[in-house]
Structure formats: C-alpha cells, structure tokens
C-alpha cells in the first residue's frame, strides 16, 4: 500500500450526538496496555471524540489525549509528543490545514490521519502536499468508521519499527 491512503469513510449515524463548545477542557487520557503509547485526537465535536477515542482504546492505543481545536491541539502536541494525530479538517479557531502546517514544523515524521466530511479533491491535495499520512472520512456509519480507523492503526503498526 502506498505511504498515503484514502479512506472512503465516515461516521453519519451517531447516535446521542452533541458538541462541546467550552473550548477548555482537561485532555482526556484512558490507560490501557497495548501496542501504542500516545494519540493525539483534534477535533471540535465532542460526540466525535468520544466515540473515536473509545475506537482508538479497544485497537491499539494505551493513551488518547483529546483537544477541541487545531490551537489546542497544537500546544497538547508540544506537550506530550504523540506517536499518532488524528485531525479534523474543518474546526473553529485553527482550521485543520492549519494545524497540520503548524504540526509538520513540529514533526515531520507523526502520522497525521486527516479526519473529513470533506471530498474536495483540493482540499485533499492541500493536506497531502503538507504531510498528510490518511484521510478517513466521518460521513459514514460507525461501524465503517470504526473498520477505517482500525485499517489506519494497523497500516501504521506495520510500518513501525520494532522498539530496542
């Protein structure tokens, strides 16, 4: 498989749905020992997070630290250098493009899974041209959404290098 891939998928059925508008929340962190130390979850809807982070906790991740927009995202990142961003496109504040800019001159090397509603070919080409690692769309169902994002942890997992 290529370094970049496309997932065609997304999550349109969720169900007690909700957003979280504070904008300051404390990072939510779930211990569990896996294959994975740290991700980084930026996104705006808190529904969202929450069900990806649940995701994210039964895959492969021992923590999942979660901000509520790309300006949080970026100063948690310098804070607890995640091995894995997943992104949302488009949040108030800090846009996802954006953030990707910003996290690229961080780190060259995190995998960034862009998480989108957005099919412009534009947009995709734009993050792809920033350092973008997979796009999975949030459109779908769960249960595509959940497959998706257990392709992309696996993919990643893959290409990882054993720990010394």
Known sequence: MSKFGLATLGVASMVGAGD????HRQPFMTEKTVSLGTA?????????????????????VERVFE????????????????EIVLLDINMPHMGGVETLT???KLS???????????????????CVGQGATYFIRKD??????????????????EHRKPSA
């Open 20 to 23: 979280e508008q504070s904008g």
């Open 40 to 60: 980084l979850l930026i996104d705006d809807e808190a529904y969202f997070r929450r069900f990806v982070g649940q995701v994210l906790k039964k895959a492969l």
């Open 67 to 82: 901000a509520c927009d790309g300006r949080e995202g970026v100063k948690l990142f310098q804070e607890i250098s995640p």
């Open 102 to 104: 910003a996290l690229r």
């Open 108 to 126: 060259a090397t995190v995998p960034i899974i862009m998480l989108t509603s957005v099919s412009e070919e534009k947009v995709v080409e734009e």
């Open 140 to 157: 779908v169902p769960a249960h595509e959404l959940t497959a998706a994002l257990q392709e992309a942890l696996g993919e990643f997992l």
